[in-house]
């Protein structure tokens, strides 16, 4: 079981990425709504695994994870992304991120990257 921290700005989102991860005996370790949240949150909880939304007020999830991946090179984030964002996405591979999820996305697809990024 792995700890997840889930990084969305929009409430529904966060609760299907919730539901999907914990169905799959996950423990979700918290949850926030932009990408500054998302930085402090990693740094108090110590998650091992975020799913990042990339499109969000404040800080969006590339200079989130990118904030990430600089303090903690073994951070496991998955991106949840889109249609259209692929410039975003290839961006994102090369920096370290593990997977990514488009929306919208059956639960099977997200718990599948989650297995794959905790491996």
């Known amino acids: 079981?792995?700890?997840?921290?889930?990084?969305?700005?929009?409430k529904?989102?966060?609760t299907l990425v919730r539901d999907a991860l914990s169905s799959a005996g996950h423990e979700i370790a918290g949850e926030a709504e932009n990408g500054?949240?998302?930085?402090?949150?990693?740094?108090e909880l110590k998650p091992d695994l975020v799913t990042m939304d990339?499109?969000?007020?404040e800080k969006d999830g590339i200079e989130a994870?990118?904030?990430?991946?600089k303090m903690d090179s073994?951070?496991?984030?998955?991106?949840?992304?889109?249609?259209g964002q692929e410039d975003?996405?290839?961006k994102a591979i090369k920096m370290?991120?593990?997977d990514f999820v488009v929306k919208p996305f059956p639960p099977e697809r997200l718990q599948q990257a989650a297995a794959k990024a905790l491996s």
Not at 54 to 57: K, L, Q, S
């Open 74 to 83: 073994g951070a496991r984030i998955i991106m949840v992304t889109a249609l």
């Open 88 to 90: 975003l996405l290839a």
């Open 54 to 57: 990339i499109t969000m007020r």
């Open 12 to 14: 529904f989102m966060r």
């Open 96 to 98: 370290g991120v593990k």
């Open 1 to 10: 079981m792995a700890k997840v921290l889930i990084v969305d700005d929009a």
């Open 36 to 43: 500054n949240q998302a930085i402090e949150m990693y740094k």
């Open 65 to 69: 994870a990118s904030e990430i991946l």
